[in-house]
């Protein structure tokens, strides 16, 4: 068996589209149709159903790519293990990081990555928490920061520090460099600048202002945090996002920062893999280094 036809396949299954599969992994898609077909010659069985909506594993398929997750893991494994006898760990790491984290922690983990597995690679893309679980189930990522997760058989999740959020607002002439808090009552009569639903700072706004029989007052919904600022900064309205998020803005100074009470409003933050992969060392090494700058991000200010 070839290991780059099962390679083809396992990724074609998991993506559930010749056409995605093709993008992903950078191939022209006559010929990954071409190799994938030909695993299928040499078992003699048909492993994909081809449809209009994309391509879904047969039952001979689902036991193939079962055992082909597994198959490639052990090969990639392996080649750590020889990259270790040579001084070093390799491979390549695909994250996944929600909008508001991804200008906070590209940077830092870029970094500290370079700095720690000089002879592995590392991309980062950035989406809705909904989007990145989709990736870690469907192969396309190897690890994500997800927002306020729910329990799920598909991925494994293990807790980073919470993120309290706070009001944002254009720092007038005048106003106080720390304002007092702010209950989530009143919070209630401000207009807001804040993504659209399902982001999870959205969902969990919404929620507790439920809770106390109120809703928040929509000014404009932007996906985006450096949208989300220039719009608060040009008089749009208020935001709600962490304090790591303005402090890595652009200018940070054009902002004051309110915290929230009554309840204050903290959301959770988890590091999530998938259940059907195991984590190659590679992948662990780039958790460490993900939990260790959360940490260090989620320090109180000097």
């Not at 909506?53 to 055992?67: D, Q, Y």
Request: glycine letters at 6%.
């Amino acid at each position: 068996m070839d290991l780059k036809q099962l390679e083809y396949f396992v990724r074609v299954a998991e993506l559930g589209s010749f056409t995605r599969a093709a993008i992903a992994m950078d191939i022209a898609q006559p010929a990954l149709s071409r190799q994938v077909r030909m695993l299928e010659v040499e078992l003699h069985q048909t492993l994909l159903t081809r449809n209009g909506r994309g391509a879904t594993p047969t039952e001979a398929g689902k036991l193939l790519l079962s055992h082909g997750r597994g198959i490639l893991h052990q090969v990639e494994r392996a080649l750590e293990e020889l990259g270790r006898v040579r001084g070093s760990l390799a491979g390549h790491v695909a994250v996944g990081l929600p909008t508001s984290l991804a200008r906070v922690l590209t940077v830092p983990l870029t970094r500290a990555f370079r700095q720690h597995l000089p002879d592995a690679t590392i991309s980062i893309g950035e989406g809705l928490s909904v989007a990145l679980r989709d990736g870690l189930i469907n192969g396309r990522l190897d690890i994500a920061v997800l927002y306020n997760p729910q329990p799920s058989s598909e991925i494994d999740i293990s807790p980073l520090p919470d993120e309290e959020l706070m009001l944002v607002q254009r720092h007038l002439p005048g106003m106080a460099d720390s304002p007092g808090p702010l209950a989530l009552v009143e919070l209630a009569q401000l207009p807001l600048v804040i993504p659209s639903r399902p982001n999870a700072i959205r969902m969990h706004v919404e929620a507790e202002m439920a809770m106390l029989g109120c809703r928040p007052q929509i000014a404009m919904e932007i996906d985006g945090v450096p949208a989300i600022l220039d719009l608060v900064a040009d008089g749009l309205g208020s935001a709600v996002l962490s304090r790591n998020a303005v402090q890595h803005a652009a200018n940070p100074a054009a902002f004051a920062l309110r915290p929230i009470h009554q309840p204050v409003l903290r959301t959770k933050v988890a590091l999530a893999t998938s259940s059907a992969r195991p984590s190659t060392l590679t992948q662990q090494e780039t958790q460490k280094l993900i939990r260790q700058i959360m940490g260090e991000l989620s320090a109180p200010p000097a």
